[in-house]
């Protein structure tokens, strides 16, 4: 019998992202290191993505993946992430970690940047 609960859509990060997170912590010495991905107040349409190697995750954190290309997302991002994918992309201005939202109704031209509805 339902619990009357509604489960928000997962985070989902994509084997590109998690090769190349393992790839970066092992080029910066830190080959057990995982990426935070936190979404802060700011950027040029009022929200960012922030990204930063660390060797543990916080408690309350969600863990994507295990061992080497984890990647930790704190509950409050993790709201604003919800049915977000992070990849990796190589374009021709360069190569860097992508965050497909669905819940950005904008974005700058930046590609860190967002605003949600």
């Excluded at 970066?24 to 922030?50: H, K, M, N, T, W």
């Amino acid at each position: 019998m339902p619990d009357g609960s509604i489960t928000a859509p997962a985070f989902r990060v994509t084997d590109r992202a998690h090769a190349q997170i393992t790839d970066i912590a092992a080029r910066d010495g830190r080959p057990e290191a995982g990426l935070r991905l936190a979404v802060e107040a700011g950027g040029c349409s009022g929200f960012q993505y922030r990204f930063g190697l660390e060797d543990a995750p916080a408690e309350e954190d969600l863990i994507v993946g295990e061992g080497p290309g984890r990647v930790f997302v704190d509950p409050v991002s993790l709201d604003l992430l919800a049915g977000a994918e992070l990849d990796w992309a190589e374009e021709l201005i360069g190569a860097h970690f992508a965050v497909r939202n669905p819940q950005a109704v904008s974005a700058c031209g930046c590609g860190t940047s967002f605003s949600v509805g």
